[in-house]
């Protein structure tokens, strides 16, 4: 019995060893969701959140609490718990520097501190903990070499270290991690060579992709047979591969050798690698061909070989490779493009796998016609042939691929007519046929095509009239361009039903007639050209293009006085109103005060009150004789030199143009952001925000704080968020929000003004990026109000929230199956859905954002699932990504579905009353349909709604099913965004006229006609 007490005794004491060890680690955490409420005297040791006890003692061996929103430091006390052998506090904002003490752990086996904000040196005393097998530090901030240390740690199988700041070399010394299998150093700024003596490790996973690696191909892998993945993309490797690669790592599954410099030929031996099934050479030197032994892995789902020297002059410079990859059944992407491949396009690329989404042959020297037999690839989504000579006409088998999104001829020699099978692709999003000697009409068949965003199809030898079935108030065009062909007659005033309108170019025809004032109906316009045309008349009334930013009416015969509106313009960077009969005062103020962003040449009997245009000064009101001829040789010779000083401007302007125009054609992109946005500094911004004054802060995130500021320039209220390099990744969440911003445009998607990237008075790197404000704030200030004096307690509707998910349902409709290049959003929570001053929601924050290369449901991915990791919020994230699963469409979906259920209940996904199994899917699956009223979010009762809720009983049914279904577990189970988009407008569409609030009605947002033709815009932000 003594015995017994004494060791009572022990285990009490020992317990409580832990017991404050833990509180000391809550003491130095941040625990603003109350995660670690539990951790209290009130509640036993072993039934704390994330807290797991020995089977045999009471000590903890495990503290599990990844993704709680935990910020604040690591505490030294964790290596007081010395009974642990699990630590897992991942995807929280933890800071701070990783104790020693963590070294004092002998029984820890698995260590994951991934996704944090950690800094400082790897400790190296951690190789004290020897049962350690698993290490996850990875996405953090973490500096210094690899400790040298490490090389002790005998039993170490995992070892990620990817997406931080680590520098010097990998040390030889890690040979002696002799049951080694993942090795991942993605994206840091680690340099020298690989190491041989890695080959005596056992690697299945060698990821060191975005670092600065040197030296051929890692002979050390060689000698791997294990290996399944090889990352090298992004470093400074070159080089010819060995020829017996395949024979030597007969396992390969992946190998990405992207943006090298390696040479000589593709080895044929990757044959012997019967599971290899990415292939991504990308931007490299290599020459030769494709081998035809690539045929024998019928594994191979993805082949991308564009941007390097194949083809040419090599002896085996043919595209005979083409019919022996007929036998890969599972390829979904076959890219060679911009290579030196010439000759007549093969009939054999019809004999490719049904499975094919993505062909790409573009920018090469193919000749010859598209075969008739295209039909055959009945699976793709994704067709580039343009930049090549291929003549002929369009095959009208095209028009039976079903699943086509992206269909790009231009750039070739073909003929014809287009054909009106394409009018079958209802899905096609992107048609361009620009640059080739088509003729006839453009086929109203086109009308059927619901989804189509861009048409490019200038250059050519059309005419006739645009489709009116093309432009009814259905269409979501937003690129339209039919300049350079021969259109003629009046332009319909149909045009002005294309609200999503974006870019409009019907310049060099010969349309005739007056300029349609339905124009003015096209609210979102950014660009308009209609310059080399008979257009007359006066230049009507466009006073609601608000966002117009380049406008270009010249050689025309328009009349009549210069509208005053335009100077209100105020992102208006180039106005072009040369060589017609303009006349009268041109205004002041607005674009006008640049002269060099304006020509208004040949207009004879324009007049100014200013000298900044170099025109003849206005007639006073009162009578002077001989006025015209009072105009001194001064002013003459000084108009004279100018007129010559801007003719060449414009010749500049117009070779710079012509280069961009042949790059466009070519498909090669600009990459740089913001070159035609409003050009700003970093002085522009510190006195817009009061000196980035904390008052002026509008919210902070991972990246940095959004601040509340007005330009000097126009006195336009924005959104500034300044990028904080303090945190790893920031960079790159900049970039990846300016590519994805870049070419997108939705009236749901966040408009962004500007960017700036520059310096600081002390010198430190600074970038920005200037968003419309949002005069409402974030979804989640209206969910979650803050009662103070400042802002009254606020409440939504039913019809409110329907509508705000309505627009999120349409913006992510938009990224997934209307996009050049579809996205995944990856962060959607109610913080990132903005509302302007009419309610209307539009979708920020794209720094997580991610391509997805085609437009349906599945993601192809260079990356493995390992290399792939994706971070999100917790509580919205899709639980295959967990799995290691790439970013998807259907990952939006699931999150989308936990939005739309938190929306009408109000529950946070993470509110303390879910634990375990019960979830807010369960929570709202077990009270639908029966008890749905008692679930909604009691606020949104708020205008008395009580008496109408038996009315709209039936609708949140259909809501939280919609909801329900699209946050499935299994992305096969859920809807795409296009069918629960409809779904929800169908749902508008039946509440009960009577129930209707006009206030919140979406057909009531947009600006009035009185204030459009008043020139106020009493909205926030552009749609």
């Known amino acids: 019995m003594m015995m017994f007490l004494l060791f009572s005794s022990s285990g009490a004491l020992d317990q409580d060893t832990d017991k404050h060890a833990l509180l000391q680690l809550k003491s130095l955490f941040a625990d603003g969701g109350g995660a670690l409420s539990s951790w209290n005297d009130s509640n036993p040791l072993c039934s704390w959140t994330g807290v797991t006890c020995g089977h045999n003692h009471p000590r903890v061996v495990s503290l599990y609490l990844n993704g709680l929103s935990l910020s604040g430091s690591l505490s030294p006390y964790v290596g007081n718990l010395s009974f642990l052998r699990s630590i897992d506090l991942g995807d929280n904002s933890i800071g701070g520097e990783i104790p020693a003490e963590i070294g004092n752990l002998p029984r820890l086996q698995s260590l994951n501190l991934s996704s944090n904000n950690l800094e400082g040196w790897i400790p190296s005393n951690i190789s004290r903990c020897s049962e350690l097998w698993r290490v996850e530090l990875d996405h953090n901030r973490l500096v210094g070499p690899l400790p040298v240390e490490m090389e002790s740690l005998s039993n170490l199988k995992i070892l990620h270290l990817s997406t931080n ?3 010097g070399e990998i040390p030889p010394s890690f040979g002696n991690l002799s049951v080694l299998e993942e090795f991942d150093l993605l994206d840091n700024d680690m340099h020298g060579q690989v190491p041989v003596s890695l080959s005596q490790t056992r690697l299945r996973v060698f990821l060191i992709s975005m670092n600065n690696f040197v030296g051929e191909f ?3 892998l060689y000698n791997l047979s294990t290996l399944n993945e090889i990352g090298l993309y992004r470093n400074n490797f070159h080089g010819n591969l060995r020829s017996d690669i395949g024979v030597l790592l007969p396992n390969l599954q992946l190998i990405v050798l992207s943006d090298n410099q390696f040479t000589g030929t593709i080895p044929a031996s990757f044959s012997n690698a019967s599971n290899l099934g990415t292939v991504d050479i990308v931007q490299n030197n290599f020459t030769g061909t494709i081998p035809s032994s690539f045929g024998d892995l019928h594994n191979l789902t993805w082949l991308n070989a564009w941007s390097n020297f194949l083809g040419g002059s090599s002896s085996d410079d043919g595209l005979g490779f083409l019919e022996d990859l007929s036998n890969c059944t599972k390829l979904n992407l076959l890219a060679i493009s911009y290579n030196q491949y010439a000759g007549e396009l093969p009939l054999s690329i019809t004999n490719l796998t049904t499975q094919l989404q993505t062909l790409q042959l573009e920018g090469m020297m193919l000749y010859g016609r598209i075969p008739e037999s295209m039909d055959r690839l009945i699976g793709l989504q994704w067709l580039a042939l343009d930049g090549n000579l291929l003549s002929g006409t369009i095959p009208t088998s095209i028009g039976r691929l079903p699943n086509l999104g992206y269909l790009n001829l231009g750039d070739n020699n073909l003929t014809g007519e287009i054909p009106s099978t394409l009018g079958n692709i209802t899905g096609l999003v992107d048609l361009y046929l620009y640059n080739n000697s088509l003729e006839g009409i453009i086929p109203s068949s086109l009308g059927n095509c619901k989804t189509l965003q ?10 006739g009239e645009i489709p009116g079935n093309m432009l009814s108030s259905s269409s979501v065009l937003v690129l339209l361009n039919i300049s350079h062909n021969s259109f003629q007659g009046p332009l319909t005033s149909d045009i002005g039903n294309l609200k999503s309108l974006v ?3 019907v310049s060099y025809n010969k349309f005739t007639g007056e300029i349609p004032i339905t124009i003015g109906n096209c609210l979102g316009l950014e660009e308009l050209y209609m310059q080399g045309n008979l257009f007359d008349g006066s230049i009507p009334l466009l006073s609601g293009l608000r966002g117009l930013q380049f406008l270009d009416l010249s050689n025309n ?11 209100s313009f105020v992102g208006l960077q180039f106005l072009n109103l040369s060589f017609n009969h303009l006349e009268g005062e041109v205004p002041s103020g607005g674009i006008f005060r640049n002269s060099s962003a304006v020509d208004i040449r040949r207009n004879r009997k324009l007049c100014s009150t200013t000298k900044e245009l170099f025109l003849p000064p206005c007639p006073q009101k009162s009578p002077i004789s001989n006025s015209r001829k009072g105009i001194s040789s001064k002013y003459i010779v000084i108009a004279t030199v100018l007129s010559c000083f801007v003719v060449a401007l414009c010749c500049l302007g117009i070779l710079f143009w012509l280069r961009k125009s042949n790059k466009e054609k070519k498909g090669i992109v600009n990459p740089s952001f913001g070159n035609f946005l409003l050009k700003i500094s970093y002085r522009d911004l510190f006195m817009a925000t009061n000196g980035f004054s904390p008052q002026n802060i509008l919210g902070s995130g991972a990246f940095g704080c959004v601040y509340k500021g007005m330009l000097e320039m126009d006195k336009k209220t924005v959104a500034v968020k300044v990028l904080n390099f303090q945190q790893k990744g920031a960079l790159k969440s900049f970039i990846a929000e300016c590519e994805a911003l870049h070419n997108i445009r939705h009236r749901n998607l966040v408009k962004i003004v500007t960017a700036c990237s520059s310096v600081d008075p002390q010198g430190n790197e600074f970038k920005a990026l200037v968003y ?21 307690e606020r409440h939504l509707n039913f019809r409110q929230r329907l509508n705000i998910a309505i627009d999120v349902a349409s913006a992510l409709e938009y990224l997934h199956h209307m ?3 579809s996205l995944a959003h990856c962060d959607l929570k109610p913080s990132n859905i903005l509302l302007d001053g009419e309610m209307t929601a539009h979708l920020s924050d794209f720094g997580l954002a991610r391509l997805l290369f085609k437009s349906g449901e599945d993601v192809v991915s260079t990356m493995s699932s390992s290399s792939s990791t994706i971070k999100g919020t917790n509580g919205y994230i899709a639980p295959e990504y967990g799995m290691g699963f790439n970013p998807s469409a259907a990952g939006d979906v699931y999150s989308f579905g936990v939005l739309l259920l938190e929306t009408f209940t109000g529950k946070r996904p993470t509110d303390d009353m879910f634990h375990g199994e019960r979830d807010l899917r369960n929570y709202v699956k077990h009270s639908c349909p029966e008890r749905v009223t008692e679930i909604l979010d009691p606020t949104m009762l708020f205008d008395g ?4 809720m038996q009315d709209i009983k039936e609708l949140l049914v259909t809501i939280f099913q919609v909801g329900l279904v699209c946050s499935a577990d299994l992305p096969r189970e859920r809807k795409n965004m296009r069918e629960v988009a409809s779904e929800l407008n169908n749902v508008r569409a039946r509440i009960p006229c009577n129930k209707e609030e006009p206030s919140s009605s979406k057909e009531e947002t947009g600006s009035s006609k009185e204030e459009i033709v008043s020139g106020e815009d009493k909205s926030a932000v552009s749609p």
């Open 454 to 463: 861009e048409l490019r199809l200038c250059h050519n030898k059309l005419g």
């Open 165 to 167: 700041k680590l520098t």
């Open 503 to 505: 870019h409009l170019d």
């Open 557 to 567: 015969n328009l009349s009549g006085e210069i509208p005053g509106y335009i100077v």
């Open 218 to 220: 890692p002979p050390a």
């Open 945 to 948: 709604e009580e008496t109408v």
């Open 772 to 792: 419309a404000f949002m005069e409402n704030g974030s979804l989640d200030s209206w969910l979650y109000p803050q009662i103070d004096e400042v802002r009254p």
């Open 819 to 821: 996009c050049p290049t």
